[in-house]
DNA sequence: CTTGATCTTCAACAGGACTTGAAGTCGAGG
DNA sequence: CCTCGACTTCAAGTCCTGTTGAAGATCAAG
């Protein structure tokens, strides 16, 4: 169904188009996630529809998933035309199964911190989300104890959080 | 209050204690989360009262909180003595109140794309989550209506991703 | 005093998502 | 044809939280 030659969109376009900028459209073909023919002068020129993969990009971004993960579902999907409804479904329940998950965990973290601002850890010792590893240093190195493996991963969440600003 | 000098701690002390690297431990002092003496020999000696602050850090790692925000919330602090309870009211509402704020948005999110899944957005045009900006173009850049004016900052947050795990 | 563990500083890397800059090319209007 | 803005590539920088490594000093025990 691509009839008119007409439909093909210039970085610039693009880039006004999605609300991003020219470097970050470039960057996402880099990545693999759109991709592009050339004119004769080797400008990039893309079709309408990876304006749909660069919402379905910024929602990902939004959500705090990671581009290696928008990439994965991408895979799925067909290259030359549209992603359709039901492509939508099937990333959007993964998505949304994904910010449950850390909904969550955050909702786990708030009941524990809320807990402990009213409770009887007093002198501080002995308290779960302190746990201040000094008197309780024995048992073992450090307060990890409350999130087994994945310490790691909370990091930034700044953006996530979609906090901060670039 | 600081009477027995036997109380200071080297960093590979401090380190076990807290169950973190050593690196770690350095990487705290140079963005003045935590400070030292220094023996005749250059060494870092710690007081006993860092690994509160350590677990402090801790906590706030776990939370998804930067180091950043620690330091604002440390600035309050006594230097010379250990946190007390007051301290520790103090920023764990602070914290709690940053959780919920975050949890809020993640349900706002949650909600919006759930409810997006079995939404009449059948052709995908004019859904509020993807919002193609294509039709739509005209009403200015991008896809960033949903997030008023904080689109910018999710940079990096490698950790960011928050979620997704490192 | 010697040995070996621990410590010192400083620089560089990681990784995620981009941005910025330099140096040069293309395309469209006049 | 000229010019200017938009485009090209590629390298490097940014932010965050550390880790890793190199080269050398110090500490505690024997």
Redesign the pocket.
């Known amino acids: 169904m691509d009839t008119a030659p007409v439909d093909l969109?210039?970085?610039?376009?693009?880039?006004?188009r999605a609300g991003?900028?020219?470097?970050?459209?470039?960057?996402?073909?880099?990545?693999g996630l759109i991709s592009?023919e050339?004119?004769?002068?080797?400008?990039?020129?893309y079709r309408r529809h990876v304006l749909r993969r660069i919402s379905l990009?910024?929602v990902?971004?939004r959500l705090g998933?990671?581009?290696?993960?928008?990439a994965e579902v991408f895979t799925g999907l067909p290259e030359d035309r549209m992603p359709g409804k039901h492509d939508w479904d099937r990333i959007s329940r993964r998505w949304a199964e994904q910010l449950r998950a850390r909904r969550a965990e955050l909702e786990r973290l708030e009941a524990e911190l809320t807990g402990c601002i009213g409770c009887g850890c007093v002198s501080l010792r002995r308290c779960r989300v302190l746990n201040p590893g000094d008197e309780l240093a024995a048992e073992g190195p450090g307060p990890r104890r409350l999130l087994p493996g994945t310490?790691?991963e909370a990091?930034?969440a700044?953006?996530a959080g979609g906090a901060?600003g670039?």
């Open positions: 969109l210039s970085v610039g376009e693009v880039a006004r991003i900028a020219t470097s970050a459209v470039r960057f996402y073909e880099d990545q592009s050339r004119t004769t002068g080797n400008q990039r020129r990009i910024l990902a971004k998933i990671p581009l290696s993960e928008v310490a790691g990091s930034a700044g953006g901060a670039a």
